[in-house]
């Protein structure tokens, strides 16, 4: 049975400003900006048929699912093995805070950043390893196609999981908020059709 896997990244969250900030478990919701984007997303995605929807948990993955799943007599679930990255000590941190605050350590994490893990919190290697026995398990009990909203880091965790990419170049994958990554899945092998898909790039 050919099926499609949908991986969204939720929309923007509800950040105090527009710094690049070390988000991870704090459970902050959609912004207003990011309500439009998984709206958008709900209308590209208005024709295409869902056997199951995911989450990681977190308001801003959850809302992005059900936004998504209006209009759907369909069951939305929540995989706590989703979510993000913890960043510990440097939660909510900007970057120039941590240069700041933890200056060794933010050159550490310059040096080996896939199995850096700051104060308190986890590295990228740690997150593979709860999130992608988590993926495979909603694999093996839904058929059809699928959606998993969830988050940059855990996302690329997959992606580079399943395609045998160095992680070293983890940062060379754009993903926007609702961007969306479309694998298709044939007799239980996966490959990738499309990268950081969005409403406004669809052909």
């Known amino acids: 049975m050919e099926s499609t896997i949908f991986l969204v990244r939720h929309g923007r969250p509800d950040l105090p400003d527009n710094e690049m900030r070390f988000l991870g478990r704090t459970d902050l919701p959609l912004s207003p900006e990011g309500i439009r984007q998984a709206e958008a997303l709900r209308e590209a995605f208005s024709n295409i048929p869902l056997e199951g929807i995911f989450h990681s948990g977190l308001k801003r ?87 998993i909203a969830a988050h940059a880091g855990i996302i690329k965790t997959l992606i580079y999981t399943l395609l045998g990419i160095p992680w070293r170049n983890i940062f060379s994958m754009r993903q926007d908020y609702c961007g969306v990554h479309v694998l298709d899945r044939f007799e239980g092998r996966l490959t990738v059709r499309k990268l950081n898909w969005t409403p406004g790039l669809l052909p």
Do not use: C
């Open 61 to 147: 993955a959850s809302e992005t699912a059900a936004v998504i799943a209006e209009g759907r007599a369909l069951p939305v679930e929540g995989v706590p093995a989703l979510q993000e990255v913890s960043f510990g000590q440097w939660e909510l941190l900007s970057m120039r805070e941590v240069m700041e605050q933890d200056p060794e350590g933010f050159t550490e994490r310059e040096k080996d950043f896939v199995s850096f893990r700051p104060a308190g919190g986890e590295s990228f290697y740690e997150a593979r390893e709860r999130a992608w026995p988590a993926f495979n398990e909603i694999l093996a009990r839904t058929e059809g196609n699928l959606l």
